[in-house]
């Protein structure tokens, strides 16, 4: 690092310790939130009643004027909670953690400032509006319906405005850094910074029906494509690499050595960024998805494995001669805590993405429990362990109790266990129970709520599990609390050389990328991709075209290792070119699984099965059906299994969801499957299971809806909604908003007069009048929400064949023309007549 | 109405194919030793400036190693650090 020390001018910089603070805080905060809020939801699941009727009962012993009357409280259901969870556990407890942790190391590793102290108020405010607009929307049942991408369109602008703000200002510090190479850590930033602006944007893509409402552009199997594909990389590029980041600077710090290996560093960043935007589809295997992309997602996951154990490895080498440090500083507890976590959830995701694995885990408890394993133990512990070593510093005062901190860990980690082993038991129980037939295997013995009754003792450990973990980060306030205010608050001030000759960001576009290193490697990628997509015997050549250019890379590399050194030193000193190829890594993932879906001629591959079109209530129903929250619970695929098609009818096919926009394939079954719902039961049996579940079922643990029987149907906003389906492509035929209401308003008599006939049982609200004869009564019902809803349940499942498909071949029907699909293909000696000769 | 294919799992029936585990496996285990073989190369290149830049969090440290620019504000940071909290 010599350079010439007469250009040099020794000044004085000092921090903006500020931001990182502020962020900290919030983080804590809204910590505190997300956490209270998942142990809310997680006794819903044991206990019907905590979704409001426990007020009912906690009041019932007072005077009759203050009794609380009601069944459920609608802001308080697990279909609106569990959004405000998730969002407010990644982007409010984790987000402002990686704030705080990228604004205060990001300067360090720059020896500057923050470029802009204005935009770092901006950010910093901005978000905060934003989550506590999320908290307001997502419990009134404002929501998009896509997980962990519920905003309304208002708040998906301001994220994306905010974002653009955070990356201007970190791009900005990048370049009036006094530091000549970025840090493995910037790089992790840099990465986090350009792919979640991508994937926001192309998953958020949507038309708004009105200030709170708006439709996808993408439907159906477009659709799942895309928000698995943002929702996956969600955790890898908001969840993991700014974490990553944040392992690579404050471990070395907390440890006081460098890290084990910077060299495994290079090798596992670019391996982990490239490999890990392609693993988005093992989250639909055995769906509607064309089976080539499924096994475009398995192959990536079980690849992603070696990066990311490369990751944890150098995390852990790095305290080697340090480990007695474990014994006595928390902070280094939280940090081999949290890594061994990532590596533990890092194993698990590869092996549950072997589609046998997912055919027994997907939808199930297992898959929460390893969400929540990297949450609260790799993210959760990480947030820890950076709290603890930075409040000290942001204050200037030691922490203020270590034992309170040992205590916290310990805590927390009998809590993670516990809440995970209990879902991984949950798991493969209920999947077991679930696919368990009699002798013949061509009958289920276990009804699906016998299959949550059956796990329901383990689903209270998780409730305890998630309890103690909350308790745990409340010591952490009371600690950073007490710390905060036994300092003051410090802005670490450092002497610098300001050396304008500094040789960074000199490198010309052509010396970037026109050399042995990005060669090789794009045509070793473009004949990969070629081998996966050209028909047999094509492929097989660009196969061997690969392994060649492998080849010759490799010898290339042998023989000119300096160079190839050099170009990436260099590169890494010259933030824009290593920003480009950033994007470019990461951008070759999605655009190969998402062009072909998107570009496709959807009406081509449907298979045999087209979507009958939804009437204007059904489609109100619809839109009801995804403000509650429902796909939270119920899924809407039936899936290429024996017990998925045995417990719920023929398999799911392509065209049956493509109007649907947001699709609601759904990832969890806390309740039976829907997708061919309709039809099943009678419009009496919908409107008494949504009035008071218990009443069909006392086993079930979903909550009332009392709420529906009171609201009415906004049958004005209809036309408008009819409107923007048809601009995104659902082929409705011009109708006039006249002709939309009054269809709306007939079909919600006919459903109305079932119920007067079935004689049900009709909620009067205090203001209301009681219907007096069936006429009123059937009027009075056909203006409440409940029968659209019912109308929407009563259309899923409904298609129509599609003549010229059925008739063809056995050629292939996925949506990338060439790929034979195997899962479609007849295959007789597994059909259950074979299996009962 | 098109016949179903299946992916028989449960206790009755038959065993899973096989094809995508061994193709996986067999893909992520080669892919894992070019991950280490690149990564045992690199670790004998000396000519990278790698090692040089696993030092930059420590730039103005006093702790580990001679800083490369003097940092009296640390200092003093850190001397208030080695307090001792509350409980000890």
């Known amino acids: 690092m010599s350079s010439d020390t007469t250009t040099k001018n020794k000044i004085t910089i000092e921090f903006d310790d500020q931001t990182p603070r502020w962020f900290m805080i919030a983080s804590i905060t809204w910590g505190v939130v997300a956490m209270l809020v998942g142990v809310i939801c997680a006794f819903q699941l044991n206990f019907w009643q905590v979704n409001g009727h426990i007020f009912e009962m906690m009041t019932s012993w007072l005077p009759e004027r203050f009794q609380f009357k009601s069944d459920g409280i609608e802001y308080l259901t697990f279909g609106r909670l569990r959004p405000l969870h998730t969002n407010a556990a990644i982007f409010a407890f984790v987000g402002n953690m990686m704030f705080c942790g990228i604004y205060y190391s990001t300067q360090r590793l720059c020896n500057a400032r923050t470029f802009s102290d204005v935009l770092s108020k901006v950010h910093f405010w901005g978000w905060q509006l934003i989550i506590v607009g999320a908290a307001l929307t997502l419990p009134a049942g404002l929501t998009r319906g896509k997980e962990y991408a519920e905003l309304i369109w208002p708040l998906n602008i301001a994220v994306t405005v905010i974002w653009v703000i955070f990356a201007l200002n970190f791009f900005l510090t990048l370049k009036v850094r006094r530091e000549k190479s970025l840090y493995v850590a910037l790089w992790f930033y840099i990465a986090t910074i350009v792919t979640v602006a991508m994937l926001y944007i192309v998953n958020h893509l949507q038309i708004p029906t009105s200030l709170v409402h708006a439709y996808p552009v993408f439907g159906g199997v477009q659709d799942a494509l895309v928000q698995w594909w943002y929702g996956h990389n969600a955790v890898a590029f908001f969840l993991t690499t700014p974490i990553l980041g944040i392992m690579y600077y404050y471990l070395p710090k907390a440890a006081n050595r460098p890290v084990y290996s910077y060299r495994l560093s290079i090798v596992h960043f670019w391996s982990l960024v490239f490999i890990y935007i392609w693993a988005g589809p093992h989250h639909l295997l055995h769906t509607a998805l064309p089976k080539w992309l499924q096994l475009l997602g398995v192959f990536f996951s079980l690849m992603l494995w070696a990066p990311s154990w490369g990751g944890m490895i150098n995390g852990l080498l790095t305290l080697r001669g340090a480990w007695d440090k474990l014994r006595t500083d928390p902070v280094i507890k939280f940090f081999v805590a949290a890594i061994t976590f990532y590596g533990m959830s890092t194993f698990e995701g590869p092996l549950l993405s072997i589609r046998s694995v997912s055919a027994l885990a997907h939808y199930t408890d297992w898959i929460v429990g390893h969400v929540h394993s990297g949450t609260l133990g790799w993210n959760g512990f990480m947030a820890a362990g950076m709290f603890y070593w930075l409040a000290p510093r942001l204050w200037g005062k030691p922490l203020y109790s270590k034992t309170l901190a040992n205590f916290h860990f310990w805590i927390g980690l009998v809590g993670i266990l516990l809440y995970v082993a209990s879902l991984w038991f949950a798991g493969v129980i209920q999947g077991l129970m679930l696919n368990e037939t009699d002798a013949t295997g061509t009958r289920l013995v276990n009804e699906f709520v016998q299959t949550v009754d059956k796990i329901q003792w383990l689903m209270l450990f998780r409730a305890i599990g998630g309890t103690l973990y909350l308790t745990g980060f409340l010591l952490l306030v009371v600690n950073i609390y007490k710390t905060a205010k036994s300092g003051s608050p410090v802005n670490e001030t450092r002497e610098v050389f300001d050396d304008p000759d500094m040789k960074k960001d000199q490198m010309t576009w052509g010396a970037a990328f026109r050399n042995d290193p990005v060669t090789y490697t794009f045509w070793g990628i473009f004949f990969a991709i070629l081998w996966i997509f050209l028909p047999p015997g094509a492929s097989h050549m660009a196969l061997v075209v690969t392994l060649v250019f492998a080849y010759l890379a490799v010898k290339r590399f042998r023989a000119n290792t300096a160079t190839w050194s050099k170009w990436y030193d260099d590169v890494s000193e010259n933030y824009l070119p290593f920003t480009v190829l950033v994007i470019i890594a990461v951008a070759l993932g999605g655009v190969i699984q998402i062009m072909p879906t998107i570009t496709v001629n959807r009406a081509a591959n449907v298979e045999d099965r087209l979507q009958t079109l939804y009437t204007p209530l059904e489609l109100a129903g619809r839109d009801l059906y995804v403000s509650e929250g429902c796909y939270n619970c119920h899924s809407q695929m039936i899936r290429m299994l024996v017990p998925d098609v045995l417990r719920y009818g023929e398999y799911s096919r392509l065209g049956e969801s493509i109007y649907d926009h947001p699709f609601q394939w759904g990832s969890k079954r806390t309740g039976p499957d829907l997708a061919r719902e309709g039809g099943v039961r009678g419009n009496d049996w919908h409107y008494l299971h949504m009035l008071n579940p218990r009443a069909i079922n006392a086993q079930s643990r979903m909550p009332n809806y009392p709420w529906l029987f009171q609201k009415e149907i906004d049958f004005k906003v209809l036309p408008g909604k009819i409107a923007v389906q048809q601009r995104i492509g659902v082929p409705y035929p011009i109708m006039t908003p006249d002709e939309i209401e009054q269809g709306a308003r007939e079909q919600a008599l006919a459903i109305a007069k079932t119920l007067v006939d079935a004689q049900v049982n009709i909620p009067v609200g205090k203001d209301e009048k009681e219907p007096a004869t069936e006429t009123e009564a059937r009027d009075h019902l056909a203006s409440k929400q409940i029968v659209s809803l019912i109308a929407y349940l009563q259309k899923l499942g409904s298609s129509e064949p599609v003549e010229e498909v059925e008739a063809a071949p056995t050629k292939p029907q996925g949506i990338m023309p060439g790929i034979p699909d195997e899962l479609r293909v007849v295959k007789p000696e597994v059909a259950p007549e074979t299996e009962e000769n | ?88």
Do not use: H, Y
């Open chain 2, 1 to 88: 109405m098109p016949e179903m294919t299946v992916w028989q799992i449960s206790s009755s029936g038959r065993m899973p194919r096989m094809e995508v585990i061994v193709l996986t496996t067999l893909f992520s285990v080669l892919f894992a030793i070019f991950f280490l073989l690149l990564f045992v190369r690199m670790r004998q290149n000396p000519d990278s400036c790698a090692d040089q830049d696993s030092l930059i969090p420590f730039r103005g440290d006093e702790l580990t190693r001679p800083p490369l620019s003097p940092t009296p504000g640390e200092l003093t940071a850190e001397k208030n650090l080695s307090e001792k909290s509350t409980d000890e």
